[in-house]
């Protein structure tokens, strides 16, 4: 493959009729308008203690003891890997501002919310996008609210992947100097600081830019590389520290111990994907879940963990086939809720969601085999559909639900903007832009 080199300055056939103004205006309800579903979501007392899914506990955590991490209870020890740091220790710092859920809330989208506009603007003057087709991104996202509602979020890594994930996107396509070679490591460093899960996707983006950049400058791959092994090596060393194993992600994940076990079991097939998992949190199943052999600390458990769901998909390997087929449709194809918030129920607004992210996928998939077809397919498509399949890599280890794939959703609709761009500048520059295969 060689790459071309004519994809910063790429002019539109005709100019776009639509203002400039227009830009702003759709950005903007964009932005409330998430901001708006996601407050819909309350947290108990208005208190950083009672954010959801664990972060709460692991914040409080970091206030009071100063150490990252909350008690398990099942077991009663501590476990200091619980969550990678980024998300609780923002979460510490609003707190030292204000105790309130809501000030939190208020920062976190002050801040994330700009890196997918950055983004967006940043695709937009590389590939010189018309204004007409920079819109198709931004009405693909109003029309799709549940998309809007999990980037508000402040108590699930989506709601921070989003902006972090749509940024790496357009600087990956855009990096030429030291300036944006230090973003796109800080970035790495970010998304892998925040979800175990991100971690086949950092390694996948590590190569690409090696693959990538190399030739044209060797010295620009190294400052990604560098902040991504600061930022595994800063983590593993810690967790080597207050728990004896060098780690590179979480005890609990789509990959390894309770999650992975989770996704794994006798009765997760039965649940999936309508019911959510964390009803085997409850104490109906997890005293069946828990492990048989004696485990003194939270490694040992995850360990265990592991094994037992690695012992179940040896013992049922065509339901666990199922299982995979069934993840693979709630990314691409589902129409319903996964889970769904009132079982046997399916919001509407999720449905036209759904219908609105598959379709773009669709598109976006589609557009690329008939590059690849004509062998000249586009660069942004080879990234975004590489970026989907180490993405899914974990979720389909363990359990995938529809607020996973919010992050790359948001990625294919930058991406369908520079189709529009190439497809419309075809007979002009049949080469911009494009990889020849």
Not at 187 to 202: A, W
Not at 304 to 319: E, R, S, T, V
Request: include cysteine; aromatic fraction near 14%.
């Amino acid at each position: 493959m060689n790459f071309t080199q004519s994809a910063v300055h790429v002019q539109a056939i005709k100019p776009s009729t639509a203002r400039p103004i227009y830009l702003p205006i759709l950005l903007a309800i964009l932005v409330f308008t998430s901001i708006y579903i996601a407050a819909l979501r309350p947290t108990p007392n208005d208190s950083m203690f009672n954010i959801d899914y664990g972060f709460g506990p692991v914040i409080q955590g970091v206030v009071q003891q100063h150490r990252l991490g909350s008690i398990n209870r099942n077991y009663g020890w501590w476990t200091y890997t619980h969550r990678m740091p980024l998300i609780p220790l923002l979460g510490a710092a609003s707190y030292r501002l204000s105790p309130k859920a809501s000030v939190f809330f208020f920062l976190k989208n002050l801040l994330f919310w700009p890196l997918f506009i950055y983004a967006f603007f940043r695709l937009k003057k590389h590939y010189a996008i018309p204004t007409k087709w920079a819109m198709v991104p931004i009405l693909l996202l109003l029309l799709a609210p549940y998309d809007l509602s999990i980037a508000g979020r402040m108590d699930i890594e989506e709601g921070y992947l989003f902006g972090l994930i749509a940024l790496l996107f357009s600087f990956l396509l855009t990096m030429e100097g030291w300036g944006s070679g230090l973003a796109v490591g800080v970035l790495l460093g970010s998304i892998y600081l925040s979800k175990s899960s991100m971690f086949p996707l950092c390694v996948f983006v590590a190569v690409w830019i090696v693959i990538r950049f190399w030739k044209r400058n060797p010295s620009l791959t190294l400052l990604p590389l560098v902040c991504l092994a600061i930022a595994m090596l800063s983590w593993g060393s810690y967790t080597k520290i207050v728990s004896g194993a060098f780690a590179f992600g979480v005890d609990e994940s789509s990959w390894n111990g309770w999650n992975y076990y989770k996704g794994n079991n006798s009765f997760s097939y039965r649940l999936y994907p309508r019911t959510n998992l964390d009803s085997l949190d409850s104490e109906d199943y997890a005293h069946k879940l828990l492990p048989f052999v004696p485990v003194h600390n939270e490694w040992e458990l995850s360990h265990a963990q592991l094994a037992l769901g690695q012992k179940w998909i040896h013992d049922n390997p065509k339901l666990y086939l199922k299982m995979g087929v069934t993840k693979l449709f709630v990314a691409c194809c589902d129409l319903k809720e996964a889970p769904e918030m009132i079982p046997g129920h399916t919001r509407r607004l999720v449905v036209i969601s759904n219908l609105v992210n598959h379709l773009t996928l669709a598109c976006v998939v589609i557009c690329a085999l008939t590059g690849v077809i004509r062998r000249q397919v586009s660069e942004a498509e080879v990234l975004a559909l590489t970026m989907l399949v180490f993405f899914l890599f974990s979720y389909i280890a363990g359990f995938l639900y529809s607020r996973h794939m919010v992050p790359m959703y948001g990625v294919m609709a930058l991406t369908v903007a520079v189709q529009l761009t190439r497809w419309q500048n075809h007979g002009q520059d049949p080469d911009s832009f494009c990889i020849k295969l």
